[in-house]
């Protein structure tokens, strides 16, 4: 599903150079469910964002589906992002100015389909994370984990083969937490959807088939 | 998706009411004056009555004959007008040729009052170049104005004023010292056509004195009324040509060398009229053109700055948006379409409070009589300049941010940064 080789990434400034990855080899296949789990800074979202092509690597590649996406431009990752990868962000990056069903049809509206359509699958997606009685509520007026459901519906919308979770769980509480984790197991289990996600709790990284570990932006285990 | 975009153009607006006001407030100032100006230029230069194929008109208005010590500018001559200007009705493309002169302020005593009116000799064909709006009667003719004819045509005041709106035609009317009679009305004409606007027209040939036959500078206009709009090119051409050969015989070789003139459309009358060195040039209409549109985007910039500002401000506030949209397939093509959406609606609500603005300040103009004759309207022509300079004024002021924004690195956007 993906891989990465030799993967470096470096942060540099006029004065310090940082280096956030230092030579990442990975191999996710179809369907795995993986946790990445480490110390604040060691570059666990980094490493997601490489997987999600919203950074680009300072060395080695980084193939999708066994296609290299290094020469890729912005249209063409703009696609790949749209078509087959899910984002889940810790902060849930709802757009507080519109509802739920308008913020869960936001991948949507890059693809060419009706606005009916749109509607439809946005509202399917939003009956599969059991939100249905909240459509046309504002991030606001919802509780962290209904808006973390939310941010769910919205990465699954498009069905894409690949989701990416930065501490999904992180801003909620034990049994809120729970829940996301039961969404996202059913989600792999039941959907065969590839599941990268980052966390700090070793009690949710249990729950998944691999541990990647890193520390100082290199991969021990 | 365009109503997901206006859906957040609108919740934008809304977000900071303030900021908002101050936009809408300077693009609709903006955009009222804008049309104010508009307004006033179709008024002056569409196609209206009388100039009703004013597409297709082409008129002499003025000229210049520049020596080696002097240089005069005047309007042209009947002599200069009948010799080089009249054979033109002789060109397939030209359909007609009318003289009129400029207007001048009759005097008449009526009861013992004094009454000043603006007066043009015309000759019989002004009124086929022309289509005046007759209340009553008709025009005077060419052979009324070949035979000396003392007859007129007077507008609507003027009949008010010298017969207390009662029926004019065949009633005699005393202007400067000569009678004339009355043998059609029409509706009156605004001052700003300034071709064709008079209280009373009467012929050429009533003048007091024949000096003008004679004259190659002075008084007059003539008015060229092309067979088929495509014509006009080919027509000023033709006029230049016999400019030049004009210049071989000149009245004053001595004096004067060469000849300055245009047939001119009306706008470009007026540049001549107006524009520095305009008098010197063949075509000086794309001169006030451009000066126009370099006025316009002058008075524009100062609500584009603001606005562009207020649009950079918000790059922080939707920094996390733009990451969203980002991550789940917007390119930055994509997002630059969006934001340009967005400030167009904001553009065409500005608009919407400009053209109501502009409504008022013009049916001001009308009840304060300012400009005799004249009632200015807000007709579909003026309306789709003003949504034409609208959305151009959304797009100019929303590029730069809009590709600031577009700009924006989805990781840093994502963690709330705009740079």
Known sequence: MIHLQQVSKLYRTDRVETTALDNINL??????????????GCGKSTLLNLMGLLDEPSAGSVALDGQAIDRFGDRALSRVRNERIGFIFQQF???????????????????????????????????????????????TQLSGGQQ?????????????????????TGNLDSQMGDEIMGILEDLNQKEGTTIVMVTHDPRMADKTHRVVRLFDGRQVQ | ?????????????????????????????????????????????????????????????????????????????????????????????????????????????????KIESAMRRADGEFWRVLDFDFLEGGPYTAAD?????????????????????????????????????????????????????????????????????????????ALILARNHADLPQIKAEFQSRLREAEKHLPDPKTFKRLYAGADTLF?????????GGRLEENPGARLRA????????????????????????????????????????????????????NVVLTLIGAAIGLGLALGVLRAFNVSGLIPHTQFQLNFRIFFYGLAIAVFFGLFSGVYPAWRMSKLHPVQALRGRSA
């Open chain 1, 93 to 139: 990056h709802l757009v507080p100015d519109l509802s739920v069903v308008d913020n869960v049809e936001i991948p949507l509206l890059y693809r060419r389909m009706s606005n009916r359509e749109r509607r439809k699958a946005a509202l399917a997606a939003i009956d599969r994370v059991a939100l249905s009685s909240r459509t046309h509520h504002f991030p």
């Open chain 1, 148 to 168: 973390q459901r939310v941010a769910i519906a919205r990465a699954i919308v498009g069905r894409p083969g690949l989701l990416l979770a930065d501490e999904p």
């Open chain 2, 268 to 276: 470009e009358g007026a540049a001549r009229l107006f524009l520095p």
């Open chain 2, 291 to 342: 000066a126009l549109l370099a006025l316009m985007l002058g008075f524009m910039l100062l609500p584009t700055i603001n606005l562009v500002n207020i649009n950079l401000s918000r790059i922080l506030d939707r920094a996390s948006e733009i990451g969203v949209r980002r991550a789940f397939g917007a390119s930055s093509r994509t997002l630059v379409g969006q934001f340009l959406i967005e």
């Open chain 2, 145 to 221: 104005d070949e035979a000396g004819r003392f007859v007129a045509v007077i507008n609507e005041t003027t009949r008010e004023r010298f017969f207390g709106g009662q029926p004019a035609v065949g009633k005699t009317i005393e202007a400067d010292g000569q009678r004339f009679k009355v043998v059609g009305v029409v509706r009156d004409v605004p001052v700003l056509r300034y071709a064709s606007s008079a209280d009373l027209w009467v012929p050429v040939t009533t003048a007091k004195t024949s000096a003008y036959k004679e004259e190659w500078l002075g008084g007059f206009y």
């Open chain 1, 27 to 40: 191999e996710i296949g179809k369907g795995e469910f993986i946790s990445v789990m480490g110390p604040s």
């Open chain 2, 1 to 113: 998706m365009i109503k997901n975009y206006l859906k957040i153009a609108l919740k934008v607006l809304s977000r900071r009411k303030f900021f908002t006001f101050i936009s809408l407030f300077g693009i609709g100032v903006t955009l009222m004056v804008l049309l104010v100006a508009t307004a006033l230029l179709d008024y002056v230069f569409a196609a209206r009555t009388p100039e009703v194929h004013a597409d297709r008109m082409l008129g002499v208005y003025r000229l210049t004959m520049q020596g080696p010590d002097d240089t005069e500018t005047t309007q042209p001559g009947y002599a200069f007008l009948d010799r080089w200007v009249r054979p033109m009705t002789k060109l397939p493309s030209v359909e007609r040729i009318a003289f009129v002169t400029e207007a001048q302020t009759a005097i008449s005593y009526l009861n013992g009052r």
